[in-house]
């Protein structure tokens, strides 16, 4: 706080004060004086409570971002094995039938969903944030669903694959492994 001065109106003797005081003491002959504030003053004052409010809403918006992201993340790692799940379920089966109806809405309602849990900043930060401190849109959330689905079901697809071709050819990697250590 930077410090001002003015002249004592009883004994005219110099005082100095902190910006923002309303009232001050003469040393010389203890005289309450009250200070009025400028435009200044008071813009000035504004201006820091307004600061400090926008600190605070800041700080809370990122901290709800921080707990959404992480139910970005969670929701991710659900889509890929909703995905691996469907995709290595055997066709025409109970499996690939209960694991179809969670694909089916997260490929149309993925996107929606996640966005509708994303915090909404308040407007006194809004051009103030960078875009890493702002939530995905609801594009690049379907993009995400749809790409952790389809991730999950090639995975699927891809075990089924090799998991069925050992069974057709009567050898597994075990007992491959097996055979080679018992030298045949």
């Known amino acids: 706080m930077e410090l001002l001065s003015m002249k004592c109106p009883n004994c005219a003797g110099n005082i100095n004060y902190k910006h923002g005081k309303t009232s001050c003491k003469c040393p010389y002959c203890d005289s ?4 009025s504030m400028s435009a200044e003053d008071l813009d000035y004052e504004q201006m820091m409570r307004d600061s400090a409010a926008a600190e605070n809403a800041k ?8 707990r959404w992201q992480t139910i970005k993340y969670v929701s991710m790692v659900l889509c890929v094995v909703i995905g691996f799940v469907f995709g290595f379920a055997p066709e025409h089966s109970s499996m690939s039938t209960i694991s179809g109806f969670p694909v089916i809405v997260l490929l149309f309602g993925g996107g929606p969903i996640l ?5 909404t900043p308040p407007d ?3 051009n103030k944030l960078t875009p890493k401190e702002r939530p995905s849109s609801t594009g690049a959330l379907y993009g995400i669903v749809i790409g952790m689905l389809l991730l ?3 995975i699927g697809e891809m075990v089924k ?3 069925f071709s050992e069974k057709d050819s009567g050898s597994s990697v075990a007992s491959v492994v097996f055979e080679m250590s018992q030298g045949r």
């Open 32 to 35: 309450v004086i009250k200070i």
């Open 59 to 66: 700080k809370t918006y990122l901290a709800k971002l921080k």
């Open 115 to 119: 966005h509708s849990f994303a915090p």
């Open 124 to 126: 006194i930060i809004l």
């Open 152 to 154: 999950g079901g090639v």
């Open 161 to 163: 694959g090799d998991s």
